[in-house]
């Protein structure tokens, strides 16, 4: 699985319909899920629906290609943008020095611009990271998904921490995103404002 | 990518309140030396290029634990993987910033440390040189050892005792660089280490 051959523009070529079939997830000696079978189109978005444990996570890391799955396959999906429970912020660095780190790496730095005033982070490109809330570094977060430029957005519990306000920006770029004929997979407990979403119940 | 994994990794580096630590610990260690052997000059400059080479060694694993356990708890290591980036890329330039960061400083402060031990200065550069072949193998085997113990309660500790028992073949090729042949064998040595480290750390950080 070749998850960021390169990042293509999201109207140029649509990506692939993110294909999953018979999934399987082994943590430690507990089978999580087993023969889980789906598929996201572009445009689309799969709620992930479950307790705690019930392998939402899980699901969202091999997606990311960051877990190895007990069994089945995943294709398609294109490219991933990722964002977990942490952050990846560095304490002494600037926000602003961080999301153009990885807008570097992402290749994305024309994106940037728009993805930080979309979550609301401009104003706080100066501040260092330690010193923001975890709402704000949420914001800082989806804030790099969006500048990634990825076809896949594949985000865990996106609202935790957020305001309303915020998770009405949120919102507003899953919207375009799948307007744009991206796909979100997202693991929820509730609604997060996507849309007429697909749900998926694991556990 | 690579430059661009190295640049960073080197402002982490700079922007952490450890900067000094490794050059100011090698310089003390030096210092401490004539203190505990005493002032016997003939002594000490027989035991001179060890006592500079195990400060090395000790100054390479000062940081260990800064290395690899921070980006593993606070998800860099996911994005950098979710972005489809190799963890032998991310390994390999953590070794070259680390080597910039502790052995750059360490062979500026060696005159210092040179002076405190009682080396002539034939023996210094000949030193200088070896160590400069050497201390990259040192922060290759820091980063490995980083890498297996991030995530583990007591991870320096640990990673002490992995380093040291590898570092052994840099250590006696380093402390017999008098001779050239020695001076080969510390380079292939060090070679060696450099050239599987990435691979070894990566083993290690692609932990799921």
């Not at chain 1, 790496?105 to 490109?125: C, E, S």
């Not at chain 2, 992995?162 to 380079?187: C, D, R, S, W, Y």
């Amino acid at each position: 699985m070749t998850l960021r051959p390169h990042i293509a523009s999201l109207a140029a070529v649509p990506p692939e319909p993110l294909t999953v079939a018979d999934l399987a997830c082994r943590r430690g000696d507990r089978l999580l899920f087993q023969g889980l079978s789906f598929r996201v189109d572009p445009g689309a978005a799969l709620h992930l629906e479950g307790p705690n444990g019930s392998g939402k996570s899980s699901l969202l890391r091999i997606l990311a290609g960051l877990l190895a799955p007990a069994g089945g396959s995943i294709a398609g999906g294109g490219s991933r943008g990722f964002l977990g429970h942490d952050v990846a912020l560095k304490p002494r660095m600037k926000l602003g020095e961080e999301l153009a780190h990885w807008a570097r790496l992402d290749d994305g730095r024309q994106l940037l611009p728009a993805a930080m005033a979309a979550m609301n982070v401009a104003a706080l490109i100066d501040v260092p990271c330690k010193h923001l809330s975890s709402g704000q570094r949420r914001r800082a977060g989806l804030a790099r998904v969006l500048a990634s430029g990825a076809d896949l957005w594949l985000l865990d519990e996106p609202t935790a921490g957020l305001d309303t306000a915020s998770a009405a920006l949120l919102a507003s770029a899953m919207a375009a995103h799948r307007a744009g004929g991206g796909m979100i997979v997202a693991a929820v407990h509730g609604d997060i404002g996507l849309a007429a979403p697909q749900r998926l119940q694991l556990g | 990518m690579f430059l661009t994994l190295v640049r960073r990794d080197l402002t982490l580096i700079a922007r952490s309140p450890a900067l000094w630590m490794p050059v100011m610990f090698f310089v003390l260690v030096a210092a401490l030396f004539p203190f505990a052997v005493g002032p016997d000059a003939r002594l000490l400059g027989r035991i001179a290029p060890g006592v500079v080479w195990v400060a090395a060694l000790l100054a390479a694993l000062l940081p260990v634990e800064t290395l690899v356990a921070p980006d593993l708890e606070d998800g860099t290591l996911d994005q950098l993987a979710s972005r489809g980036i190799a963890m032998e890329l991310v390994a390999a330039a953590r070794i070259v910033a680390h080597w910039l960061g502790f052995a750059l400083p360490l062979l500026a402060a060696l005159p210092v440390a040179a002076v405190l031990v009682g080396m002539d200065s034939a023996t210094g550069w000949r030193l200088a040189l070896a160590l400069l072949l050497g201390t990259p193998a040192l922060a290759a085997l820091a980063v490995v050892a980083a890498a297996l113990t991030a995530g583990l309660r007591g991870g320096g500790a640990l990673a002490g005792l992995i380093i040291l028992p590898l570092a052994l073949p840099i250590l006696i090729f380093g402390v017999a660089a008098a001779t050239p042949g020695a001076l080969k064998l510390l380079a292939a040595a060090s070679l060696v280490s450099v050239a599987i480290a990435p691979f070894a750390a990566a083993a290690a950080m692609r932990q799921d």
